[in-house]
């Protein structure tokens, strides 16, 4: 199509020139901006990174604070109007006890104890971005502590607030994503150049190597590899070695993409140009040839984020991956596979819904810059 | 050609070899060894088992023997066809897998058949309809079906499944047909049951596939020959089933081979949740139990399946596309 | 006739009065608006020989095979030591399949406890009584050394083999001695380090003959023990206790009774595919794989339990008949399915595809199981425990792999500290549903060992401030930023790790809520959720800090210590070393330096040879030092949790309203479902 258009064209239009003076990004960009929900996408991918990042600040209650009185409340409805009608949003206090027919926990609102909301209110301390230590949060109350009245998204059996946890797991379950891809991507991009530049018998060699980890299956890969490591680790060690664990898979992938790009632009001419002027192999991959297809790394790679978050629940659910009381989507949605879960607190449910909107926004992100990492075409 | 399928032919078995050595090794790297597991187990029954005890135990497993004669002896046996014995099951490994295997082959392939009965017609759809409602709709809920972790979908859905519509819960027989010889009644009975796995199953893949249709049915949609056909005056939809969902499915050809492994081993967290009588719950079983003949066999067997898989796409490749075949000489 | 051992009997006193009022805690008063609470009942054995019956009844199964020759009469099949049960409500009829559901090849319990009867002597509905089973009756001598078993005259072996005092001395013998399948001797055989033996007496007299009195024996004859717990758990699994084995039919697979010998043994073995003539014989006197061996309980396998239905018939030849002269059991068999998951199991038992399922019930879908009543056309029971917790935090005392922690670990204060921290009502209402009973490690007021009034409260109560003064003064006083009580050695914050296990109960989230009690008084706890086989790695490794398990069991403290005190190595949580000090004779392990401890074993060691009463003192004194001592902290007990949640169709009779629950009880075995039936 590109190419009948190129030669029916006679004149050059001065958005032409524009086109042809432009960086391969800016290109990639324009292109990427036409895609409506590529870009929405995106914007709901760094509206996420920034809710991780201000995770802390935007939970409610300590994560780990249990209470055996406040177990499984449902989502709390917010009242916004006040007696007289004026704009103060508030909620009821609750009254909770156990109806011995039926065992489950039944809470009644009480609406002579009104509590009002409050922006920055005071709660938990932590450390603020890893700067200062604060114990200001976006939402609180006006009176007590928000422990005793504030479920936004109810809670679970332990009477531990699922908003705020949720907020520190999208921290834990986003960042995990990111640095297995940047693991995957060093590896992918490494490998796969070496053995796209080289050829020969150390492409054969690694080439082998990722047949033999593709052909691996993947369960028993991470369950060996998990199992092993040892169990006097910290939360975070173990949270470093899954993301490791996580993307020792999917780093075969982008090598394969890699690889195939790099047998293409070794033919090419800058290329030579390069090895010529005496540049060395490493700098001839990271400073020539990896630019020259950044944009199709970054559609790779948010392709690869969500089987990240993926693997990371799968490995949760199956009692390998980050076990409580480390707080991520898995353990979360771990925590929702139960009968009594789906029968009495459907509300923990809940916890997927982020897991979708994200793993749906990487997938067309992706998808948005793969069309437009081609701005040629 | 046949020197380069016999050069191919050549790595899948050094590639066999090497996953032989590799699930021997993973399902070894967790401490503890099977004595250790069954000790556990028996504990719960207020047993004791005594270090001697144990030590007897493995012995008689010839757990006691360092790991590569370990290796050495499995191996040796696997490659004259002997799978060894259960340790958990305490049968033939291959009886054990038999059992399971035509139930794991039977749930995947309904399935596979479902996901393309969807995806296909849905991805040229939206091919032809692009960026219609109808394309959106459907992308999104292929989507969605992607983004929800399924095992927590299989346990909801078989949750109301039982409490709105009464359906059987969980595994592939009525409990009057489990211990019943293969008859009409009991494959109905396997029929009724294979719905709700094969559509959680489903889920996962039919995004994928949509993905993919719509976009090689765009390609070939702005092809010439299209344009010309339609000049033609060809009905709109002889146009387009005629050649280019034909050629939009080629590359399908090419997934046929990943698609083995999945045959036999079923997705094993779906299988495990449903509780369904198929090789995956096993696996899993077997790992935790590090019961090693087991679950070195169905490592080894899944590995195999994707070596030859991928053998069998490169072939489909090389026949459907006559510029590989000449490259490789080039 | 002395059925009753003095300790169980007042064992059942102490129950009886338990039942009048169950207990003070509230809860248990609230529990009773449930209605699912019953009281204990069970069967009763008629031992007057004037009211047993005179003619017998069979299956009509039975009766097919017997007019086809295949079967003696049913009469011939009897012994004429007969044992006649009374059931519960009716007399039932014959028919129908019990199914239920199980988790595969290592849920061998499953079915074993289905066949408790298989033993010498089995514990009533109270689980405080002995009654006879297989042996009609029991004596232990005055001296304490001889302990002798009269069996039923007439008892049969499932093939029809007569079932004699040979079957004793062959177990004892060729299994037990023969080195090759058991290496080591067991302390049930083996009193004061000094190995017993198994006399014959007669046909149907056996002798257990001492050097020195052995008073205990007969609890331990009693119990579920690896000498008193019969054919079907210690035999099954490769394991070879359990006192007597077919010998008629198991010599043929022993290498001494085989011309040849051991390479006659081997060849033979491996031409059936097995690896040697052990392996062999570990399964051939398995009942759950091979349906060939003879058995003596209600029910033998006929479809292996390594398959997706474990199945299992009526024994043609089982000795006991109801009081209308009829056979048992009135079920003709036995249908379990495996399950890959046990929310599966749940929901299977909610749609009602099993008609009796305690086990693998999850507490925590109570509400949940109760909602699906109707529809599954179940009734749900809740069967309340006789163990003192169902969390028990053991701290390690054998642990040196970092001296400060070791150090907190051993002091007494430390350990009463963290157990005033805990908020054992917090931790009933979330995980027992306000069923359970808050309180120490020591059993019920109304079990002979209780320790006293007071024990079950001592240092297990909430006192948050008196737990902070006395971290304080022990020495941990200085805190980090966080508010968390730092080493002593180094100045970084003290950890300490809980290693929990997802198993019969969420271990890992009590724990959680545990670590968070623990956090209010500075002391960080980390939890580590650790898979079964890897925790009991670490904890034979010596490397845990703190474990968390449950103390079932330990109510019969002599009969099962492995979660009271150091002597079993099997699970020696509360100090791995020690165990095996204790176990090896002090050859292996390390010596204990806490003079508690030592006091501890040393009482347990002299209690073997004690008479009843002094046998029940030493108890509570070992109760008290492990009380007052808090080497585990116990948390909240005699709660359904443990099999105590039962769904039972509506279409099963002579259904007891309340089960035991306890080792010994093997729930739901001890409740006899030979005497079980469908009522349509």
Not at chain 3, 1 to 20: D, E, I, K
Not at chain 3, 349 to 372: C, F, S, T, W
Not at chain 3, 639 to 654: D, K, Q, W
Request: with cysteine; charged share 20%; net charge neutral.
């Amino acid at each position: 199509m590109s190419e009948a258009a190129k030669a029916d064209t006679p004149f050059v239009t001065a958005a032409e020139e524009k086109v042809a003076a432009a960086t391969q990004l800016q290109l990639t960009w324009w292109r990427f901006r036409k895609h409506r929900v590529a870009v929405i996408s995106g914007i709901v991918v760094i509206f996420f990174y920034l809710m991780a990042l201000f995770a802390d600040f935007l939970a409610v209650t300590g994560p780990h604070s249990t209470d055996a009185a406040r177990s499984y409340i449902p989502p709390q409805a917010i009242h916004w109007f006040d007696q007289d009608g004026s704009f103060k949003p508030h909620v009821y206090a609750l009254k909770g006890r156990r109806d011995m027919r039926t065992f489950k926990l039944v809470y009644a609102p009480d609406p002579s104890d009104r509590r009002y909301l409050k922006l920055f209110a005071e709660g938990y301390s932590y450390t603020f971005l890893g700067l200062f230590e604060t114990n200001r949060h976006l939402l609180g109350l006006d009176r007590g502590v928000p422990e005793d009245a504030l479920f936004l998204l109810g809670t679970d059996q332990l009477g531990r607030d699922v908003w705020s946890r949720l907020m520190l797991a999208t921290r834990t379950s986003l960042s995990i994503g990111l640095i297995g891809v940047a693991l995957s991507l060093f590896l992918g991009i490494l490998l796969g150049g070496v053995s796209g530049l080289y050829g020969g018998v150390i492409d054969t060699a690694i080439q082998r190597l990722i047949e033999i980890l593709r052909s691996i299956p993947t369960i028993p890969l991470w369950m060996g590899l998990a199992a092993a490591l040892p169990s006097d680790w910290s939360v975070t060690q173990v949270y470093i070695a899954i993301t490791v664990i996580i993307s020792l898979i999917g780093w075969t992938e982008l090598a394969r993409v890699v690889r195939g790009r790099f047998l293409a632009l070794r033919e090419e001419d800058f290329v030579t140009a390069a090895e010529l002027a005496g540049a060395s192999r490493l700098r001839i991959i990271f400073r020539h040839m990896v630019p020259s297809f950044l944009s199709h790394i970054i559609a790779a790679v948010s392709l690869a984020l969500p089987a990240m978050i993926i693997s990371e629940t799968t490995l949760s659910f199956l009692g390998l991956g980050l076990r409580p009381p480390a707080i991520s989507w898995g353990v979360l949605l771990q925590d929702a596979q139960n009968l009594q879960a789906i029968a009495i607190a459907p509300w923990l449910l809940l916890v997927a819904v982020p897991v979708v909107i994200v793993i749906l926004a990487f997938n067309f992100l992706g998808d948005g810059l793969r069309d437009a990492a081609d701005p040629y075409g | 050609m046949l020197t380069y399928t016999l050069q191919r032919f050549g790595l899948a078995l050094i590639t066999i070899w090497a996953i032989s050595v590799i699930s021997f090794v993973i399902i070894q790297l967790p401490p503890g060894d099977f004595v250790d597991a069954y000790i556990a187990s028996l504990s719960a029954s207020g047993s004791m088992v005594r270090q001697e005890e144990a030590q007897a135990l493995r012995q008689l497993y010839g757990l006691d023997q360092p790991i590569w004669v370990q290796y050495w002896k499995w191996a040796s046996r696997v490659a004259q066809g002997d799978f060894g014995t259960s340790m958990e099951w305490g049968r033939p490994v291959t009886e054990v897998l038999g059992d399971r295997l035509w139930l794991t082959v039977a749930v995947s392939l309904a399935a596979i058949f479902l996901t393309w009965g969807i995806a296909l017609p849905i991805g040229i759809y939206s091919a032809v309809r692009q960026y219609s409602m109808a394309d959106y709709a459907f992308t999104l809920i292929g989507f969605v079906g992607l983004a929800v972790p399924n095992f927590l979908l299989a346990l909801i859905i078989m949750y109301f499944g039982f409490v709105l519509f009464d359906l059987n819960v969980g595994g592939l027989f009525s409990a009057e047909y489990q211990l019943a010889p293969w008859s009409w009644g009991k494959a109905k009975d396997l029929m009724a049951h294979l719905p709700l796995p094969a559509l959680i199953l489903a889920l996962a893949g039919t995004a994928q596939l949509i993905r993919i249709m719509r976009a090689n049915l765009l390609d070939e949609l702005r092809r010439p020959y299209v344009a010309t056909a339609r000049a033609r005056g060809l009905a709109e939809w002889r146009v387009i089933v005629k050649y280019p969902v034909r050629a939009a499915l080629n590359p399908f050809a090419s997934t046929i081979g990943y698609l083995l492994p999945f045959v036999v081993s079923g997705s094993i967290v779906v299988s495990l949740v449903l509780s369904l009588p198929t090789v995956g719950p096993l696996l899993l079983r077997a790992l935790v139990a590090q019961d090693m003949f087991l679950a070195g066999t169905i490592v080894l067997l899944l590995g195999v399946l994707t070596v030859i898989g991928t053998f069998i796409s490169d072939l489909i490749l090389m026949w459907i596309d006559p510029r590989i075949r000449a490259g490789i000489h080039g | 006739m002395a059925f009753n051992s003095p300790l169980m009997a007042q064992l059942a006193l102490g129950l009886v009065l338990a039942v009048g009022a169950m207990s003070p805690a509230s809860a248990q008063s609230s529990l009773g608006q449930s209605g699912l609470v019953g009281t204990p009942e069970g069967i009763t054995i008629v031992t007057d020989q004037a009211q047993w019956p005179k003619t017998f009844n069979e299956a009509p199964q039975l009766a097919d095979l017997v007019k086809q020759g295949k079967l003696p009469a049913v009469k011939d099949r009897l012994p004429q030591d007969l044992m006649v049960i009374k059931p519960v409500k009716e007399i039932g009829k014959y028919g129908g399949t019990w199914r239920r559901g199980f988790t595969g090849p290592g849920d061998d319990e499953n079915g074993n406890r289905i066949n408790a009867s298989d033993r010498p002597m089995l514990v009533d509905h109270t689980g405080a009584k002995v009654n006879p089973s297989l042996a009609k009756s029991w004596k232990m001598s005055d001296d304490g050394k001889v302990f002798t078993l009269n069996l039923r005259r007439g008892l049969r072996w499932s093939d029809g083999a007569p079932m004699t005092a040979d079957d004793f001395v062959f177990w004892f013998e060729e299994i037990y001695s023969n080195k090759e399948i058991l290496p080591v001797g067991i302390p049930d055989m083996t009193p004061a380090g000094k190995p017993g033996k198994i006399v014959k007496v007669d046909d149907y007299t056996v002798n257990f003959v001492f050097e020195v009195p052995f008073y205990l024996f007969e609890d331990l004859m009693g119990g579920d023990t690896l000498i008193g717990g019969g054919q079907a758990v210690r035999q099954s699994n490769k394991r070879s206790h359990g006192a007597y084995a077919p010998a008629h039919y198991l010599k043929k697979f022993l290498p001494k009774f085989m011309p040849g010998g051991a390479d006659a043994a081997n060849a033979a073995a491996r031409a059936e595919g097995f690896d040697s003539w052990i392996a062999r014989l570990h399964f051939k006197k398995d009942w759950t794989l091979n349906p060939e061996l003879p058995v003596l309980g209600p029910f033998r396998t006929v479809q292996p339990i390594n398959n997706a239905v474990w199945v299992m018939e009526r024994n043609p030849f089982y000795w006991a008949v109801d009081t209308a002269g009829n056979q048992l059991p009135y079920l003709d068999r036995v249908q379990m399915t495996v399950v890959e998951n046990l929310e599966v199991l749940n929901l299977r038992a909610m749609a009602g595809d099993y008609d009796l399922q305690e086990r693998h019930i999850d507490l925590g879908k109570l509400p949940v199981l109760l909602e699906n009543q109707a529809r599954g056309k179940y009734k749900v029971h809740l069967d309340l425990a006789l163990n003192g917790t169902d969390a028990i935090y053991h701290f390690n005392q054998s642990f040196d792999a970092d001296a400060e922690i070791a150090k907190w670990l051993r002091n007494a204060d430390f350990r009463r500290a963290l157990s005033l921290a805990i908020d054992r009502k917090q931790l009933n209402e979330t995980f027992w549903l306000g069923v359970a009973v808050p309180g120490s490690t020591a059993p019920g007021e109304a079990l002979p060992y209780f320790p006293g009034p007071g024990w079950r409260e001592k240092w297990s109560t909430f006192d948050q401030k008196t737990a902070n003064e006395m971290l304080d003064k022990i020495g941990l006083s200085r805190k980090d930023a966080q508010g968390f009580r730092v080493r002593t050695d180094n100045g970084q914050r003290l950890r300490i790790q809980i290693q929990a296990v997802q198993a019969f109960l969420p271990w890992p989230k009590i724990s959680e809520m545990v670590a968070d009690q623990w956090a209010k008084v500075g002391i960080q706890a980390d939890v580590r959720d650790t898979e079964r086989n890897l925790a009991f790695t670490r904890t034979q490794n010596n490397e845990h800090h703190i474990m968390v398990w449950n103390n079932g069991g330990t109510e019969l403290l002599y009969l099962f210590p492995r979660h009271a005190i150091p002597v079993d190595p099997t699970e020696a949580f509360m100090g791995p070393e020690h165990a095996k000090w204790y176990a090896s004779g002090g050859t292996q392990g390390k010596k204990p330096e806490d003079p508690n401890i030592l006091k501890m074993l040393e009482l347990f060691t002299s209690a073997a040879g004690q008479k009843t009463d002094e046998r029940i003192k030493t108890a509570q004194e070992i109760w008290k030092i492990l009380i007052d001592q808090q080497y585990a902290i116990g948390t909240v007990g005699q709660s359904p949790a443990l099999m105590g949640v039962r769904l039972v169709s509506e279409r099963l009779g002579n259904i007891p309203s309340r089960n035991c629950i306890a080792q010994h009880c093997r729930t739901p075995g001890g409740a006899h479902p030979e005497t079980w039936f469908y009522k349509n």
